[in-house]
């Protein structure tokens, strides 16, 4: 699988500029997740306001590091690794990727379209990020070494990073 980078890259650019920005889109995320999954809720400890902001920082960062593996697959494993302290089980995956489709597809037909290649897109990078996420989970000595490299301690966290969620590229 090819990930087409340049249309993950130019429709997350939109989002962030249309209907309302990313401000918009990550509270409607959260809206649509708590209405239609309602069993992820307790996973959630920081309210909406403030968890918009590290999912657009995460998404941003997964966007802007897709064309650089060397750093955005440890970050997945290291992400997929540190969801374990939240409570998240593979079996959530589906439901976050398939809200955040359904919400970016509504976000973005507001003000513009929203394409069959877009779905396809945006439904083969979700798919492998929760893959890769969920890999780790299920084997997170198995990263150890490779988290370590990278920067990051055994259970995903980096040493006195308030803000793990950001990736540098």
């Avoid at 997964?62 to 997945?76: C, M, Q, R």
């Amino acid at each position: 699988m090819s990930l087409n980078t340049a249309l993950l890259a130019e429709t997350f650019q939109r989002a962030q500029q249309e209907n309302g920005g990313a401000q918009a889109l990550g509270m409607r995320f959260y809206q649509r997740l708590f209405e239609k999954y309602p069993a992820v809720r307790p996973l959630f400890n920081t309210p909406p306001e403030a968890q918009h902001k590290k999912l657009m920082a995460s998404l941003g960062a997964i966007v802007a590091g897709v064309s650089n593996t060397e750093k955005l697959v440890p970050y997945l494993h290291a992400m997929g690794i540190r969801h374990l302290k939240y409570g998240t089980e593979a079996a959530h995956y589906p439901a976050v990727g398939e809200n955040l489709i359904a919400v970016l597809k509504e976000h973005l037909s507001t003000e513009g379209s929203w394409t069959d290649e877009m779905e396809t897109s945006w439904t083969e990078a979700v798919n492998l990020i929760a893959s890769i996420m969920i890999d780790a989970a299920n084997q997170p000595e198995q990263f150890k070494g490779e988290l370590t490299a990278a920067g990051y301690e055994a259970d995903g966290f980096k040493p006195a990073d308030p803000q793990p969620w950001l990736l540098a590229v």
